[in-house]
């Protein structure tokens, strides 16, 4: 019962996010427009890794930004997986409840964008988001 709450919750506040924020400031995108740059959120979240700043990328696990949330489960399982971030068992539970929800999240592929859930876009790597991982937080 907690956990549909919870995601109805999420579901709400990322409809209402969504109307209320400049998209430019919300898209996560890996390969965005004409040259495949990446996303302003995706640039933020960069210099929080290469600043070590986990705890910062951490806090996006409890934003009301649903990119936000998108971005710290793709790092933070990255930096759990890396031994470079210890995941606790209450984030761990968050971060299943929320893969698997139907939180959707404005993103972009090259020139085109559209709404995905969090579950599509992992399931799919429908936004090239491995290969990000990959060159941003290597596996050694």
């Given at each position: 019962m907690k956990a549909l709450i919870l995601i109805l919750f999420f579901t709400l506040t990322t409809v209402s996010n969504h109307a209320q924020t400049n998209r430019?400031?919300?898209?996560?995108?890996?390969?965005?427009?004409?040259?495949?740059?990446?996303?302003?959120l995706?640039?933020?979240?960069?210099?929080?890794?290469?600043?070590?700043?986990?705890?910062?990328?951490?806090?996006?696990?409890?934003?009301?930004?649903?990119?936000?949330?998108?971005?710290?489960?793709?790092?933070?399982?990255?930096?759990?997986?890396?031994?470079?971030y210890k995941i606790s068992e209450k984030e761990l539970e968050i971060i299943t409840k929320l893969k698997y929800s139907p939180i959707m999240i404005w993103n972009c592929i090259g020139c085109l964008s559209d709404f995905n859930s969090i579950n599509e876009i992992l399931e799919k790597n429908l936004l090239g988001s491995e290969e990000w991982l990959e060159k941003t937080i290597p596996a050694k």
């Open positions: 430019d400031e919300t898209l996560v995108g890996f390969n965005c427009g004409i040259n495949g740059s990446p996303s302003k995706v640039l933020e979240t960069t210099k929080l890794i290469n600043s070590q700043n986990y705890k910062e990328i951490n806090s996006y696990l409890y934003s009301k930004n649903s990119e936000k949330i998108f971005m710290a489960i793709l790092i933070l399982e990255r930096l759990h997986k890396l031994n470079l």
